[in-house]
């Protein structure tokens, strides 16, 4: 046995399933997918009981189990652990691909590992690294490869260390900046075509592995992707999980560094020579499934950051749905709540209020440049009307005559009296004086002088205050650009929801389950675009620089009730006109999802819903029976003679209308719906009891609407039977008794819906 681990590594891709239900992946691939499954909580909750391990249980001294040698045991002896792919494949399916990712990663990182060390330890992953090298060697730039023959290029080895999950993508850049045979063009073209390389391979080995598991899917569109500035953060250096709890889980795939950033080409500074830069929010754009299936998106957020938190943007047809990271869990809600750490929302907030706003008080506030500016032209003009005024009084002084006067003045006059008190008066004579102006023409002067000073002091004041107001308009516009951006990515119509038990419904009736993280528009036939942008948080709002986030996001089309965790689809069980039924409802197969339901039964606060409806004529809508539109019907099956009629009612076209469907899914409650369906040939049944007998006639009823309720009441009342018969048989007696009662008051009270109308079923069946 020492040698199967190596024999089994090379075991490439996943086969088909087997008769008896277990997934034929290689022994390792099995034993990986038990840890991961078991060591995530998420997947725990959802999937773990379908792993059925029945190997010893080893324990580390804490008692803790050691998945590591548990992994050992089963790629030693497969045959111990047990895989219920019917049962996983009733599960979300954004479920199985986050489980599916997580090992296609788990091999692309071994295969990576080994491409960068020895030729020998390259050989065992030999035929995954052709698979990947097939997928990137359209993707590169020809100075890529090295080799001068046609057909014989190789793609350069050095390129894929460029791929080592543990460097930055700092470090890449850089290395691929001096790579000399790589132009900044091929260097921009080189890392694009790895990220989408590793994004397709991961892909499609994620499809191959969902498949494997039971999941069922049309299209699946697998996305890695990162947002930040590319920096050694957090995120990569922890390159490992954390569970519900914030605890770091051990043993799960150490990838975080495989996720592609959004680049762009810049110029090259001194500083750093690098000529490739990060978005620092990345946008990936889908497509709805339409055809009248749900679309599912699932989101794993890895490389989380506490401390930031992670924002995820879906937007369709302008309204945009918001998903938070919690600041304790990776999980994602619309509950935008975050009790530390920085948000999207604050970085807006700041900038809005803060930057702009301060800037806006600055600059049109009631002591801003607009008031600064208008009350300095106010002086300004005040000044130049002084300097007119002082400037024409100037004038008028110098064209006046040049005066003598005898009269003394009135000091003269006054120190003469005062002699004359004194007793030394004199009899000297006062001199005429002549009056130039001289000393009043200087002070009119150095008034206009200081006026103009004045004048040219506002002129400066009001041409730097324009200029300050528009550097500050500029700064501005600056800031308001960067708002208008952050706000696009957050979007400009939120859609509102209301939230019950974890599961958040927005007002166009999209849902996003907060227990599995499965984001859901509801079905539609019509298929339209949308897209998922993931925000990484800048340290500051005018900040460049902001932490990294990776994303893991699944996309994947669903038929409407896939999910039930029953599905009987009973195909023309009944014979013609006739409501017996004489084949069993459950088999074997549904032994699980059976105690699934006595689960739910035996928890008392769990809520139960039943329905069921008599459909009458059913069409098929390209996925399933539905009630027809058109309510009309025929006298018979086409053919000219009986025995056409009667191949004609056999062709598969015809029989799968008269069906009947049973479903019960266990999700947050119970909920029991039954339907049955006819196809539009008449039958000439009649309802003997008269009170069906007068609903039928009132609300104008056909035979087959009455003979599709009659095999519903069947199918409730068979139902309740062999489920009372069940519980004795799966519970003890005690347990029997309890879900006994609940399903009985449940089934016991049900009407069955015809129509506008509705009768129990009991009363249908008493004829």
């Not at 296609?104 to 698979?131: G, H």
Request: with cysteine; charged share 30%.
């Amino acid at each position: 046995m020492k040698y199967c681990y190596l024999i089994l590594l090379l075991c490439c891709f996943s086969s088909r399933l087997s008769a008896q239900g277990i997934i034929e992946l290689s022994a390792e691939e099995r034993a990986y997918l038990y840890h991961i499954v078991k060591k995530s909580p998420i997947l725990d909750q959802n999937i773990g009981r379908y792993f059925e391990y029945k190997g010893p249980m080893v324990r580390f001294m804490n008692k803790e189990i050691n998945f590591d040698s548990i992994e050992t045991i089963i790629i030693n002896n497969p045959e111990q652990l047990f895989i219920r792919t019917s049962e996983i494949g009733k599960s979300p399916k954004g479920i199985i691909a986050e489980a599916a990712n997580k090992m296609a990663l788990w091999e692309l990182n071994k295969v990576l590992l080994a491409s960068r060390q020895t030729d020998k330890e390259l050989e065992r992953f030999a035929t995954q690294y052709a698979r990947f090298e097939t997928i990137l060697t359209p993707k590169l730039p020809p100075a890529a490869f090295k080799g001068s023959d046609p057909g014989e290029e190789k793609i350069n080895k050095k390129l894929l260390n460029v791929l080592n999950p543990s460097l930055s993508f700092e470090d890449k850049s850089a290395m691929l900046a001096s790579f000399n045979f790589l132009s900044t063009d091929d260097q921009l073209m080189t890392i694009e075509g790895l990220n989408q390389a590793v994004n397709d391979y991961v892909e499609e080995r994620s499809f191959e592995i969902f498949q494997a598991l039971g999941g069922v899917a049309d299209q699946f569109h697998n996305v890695l992707v990162a947002a930040g500035d590319g920096s050694e953060t957090s995120g990569l250096l922890n390159e490992r999980e954390k569970d519900e709890n914030g605890r770091w889980n051990k043993g799960l795939p150490k990838a975080v560094g495989l996720f592609p950033y959004q680049v762009k080409l810049i110029i090259p500074e001194k500083r750093k020579k690098t000529a490739l830069e990060t978005l620092r929010f990345s946008t990936t754009d889908f497509t709805t499934a339409g055809e009248g299936k749900l679309t599912q998106l699932h989101f794993d957020v890895w490389g989380y950051n506490s401390e930031k938190q992670t924002t995820v943007v879906v937007e369709r047809n302008g309204l945009s749905y918001h998903l938070f990271g919690s600041d304790e869990t990776r999980f994602l809600t619309p509950d935008s709540a975050f009790t530390k750490g920085k948000t999207f929302q604050t970085v807006i907030n700041d900038l809005e209020f803060n930057k702009i706003g301060d800037l806006k008080e600055k600059i049109y506030g009631k002591k801003g440049f607009d008031y600064q500016i208008e009350t300095a032209k106010k002086k300004k003009d005040e000044t130049e009307l002084k300097i007119e005024k002082n400037e024409k009084e100037y004038s008028d002084m110098t064209r006046s005559p040049i005066t003598t006067s005898s009269k003394a003045p009135r000091s003269v006059k006054k120190a003469r009296k005062k002699a004359i008190k004194n007793g030394t008066v004199t009899d000297q004579k006062h001199q005429p004086k002549t009056d130039s102006g001289k000393p009043k023409r200087g002070k009119g002067q150095s008034e206009i002088v200081d006026l103009y000073n004045e004048f040219e002091f506002y002129a400066k004041k009001i041409k730097d205050l324009e200029r300050e107001k528009q550097e500050a308009v500029d700064l501005m516009a600056i800031y308001q650009r960067r708002l208008d951006q952050y706000k696009e990515m957050m979007g400009f119509h939120w859609a509102t929801y209301t939230e019950e038990d974890g599961l958040y419904t927005f007002q166009d009736s999209t849902t996003f389950d907060s227990y599995t993280q499965e984001f859901t528009f509801r079905a539609d036939t019509l298929k339209t675009p949308f897209e998922v942008r993931l925000l990484a948080i800048p340290y500051g709002s005018l900040s460049d620089e902001a932490d990294e986030v990776m994303l893991h996001v699944n996309m994947i089309d669903a038929e409407p009730g896939f999910d039930a965790r029953l599905q009987l689809e009973l195909s023309d069980a009944f014979a013609p006109n006739s409501w017996t039924l004489n084949q069993p409802l459950f088999s074997q197969n549904d032994s699980v999802a059976v105690r699934q339901l006595f689960e739910g039964l035996l928890d008392k606060k769990t809520p139960i819903t039943a329905v069921s409806r008599g459909q009458g004529v059913g069409s098929w809508n390209g996925l399933q029976t539905v009630r027809a539109a058109e309510r009309g019907e025929m006298n018979a099956y086409p053919g000219a003679t009986v025995e056409e009629q009667q191949i004609n009612r056999m062709n598969p076209e015809w029989a799968r209308l008269r069906c009947s469907q049973v479903n019960v899914t266990l999700n947050r409650g119970i909920f029991v719906e039954i339907n049955t369906f006819t196809d539009p040939v008449k039958t000439n049944l009649k309802a003997t009891n008269s009170s069906v007998a007068d609903g039928i006639s009132r609300y104008k009823l056909t035979g087959n609407d009455y003979l599709s309720a009659l095999r519903t009441a069947t199918i409730i009342q068979k139902m309740k039977s062999e489920l009372n018969i069940l519980a004795g048989t799966y519970l003890t007696r005690e347990e029997a008794k309890i879900a006994i009662d609940r399903l009985n008051k449940a089934l016991d009270g049900l009407r069955v819906s015809c129509g506008a109308t509705s009768w129990k079923w009991q009363e249908l069946l008493e004829q």
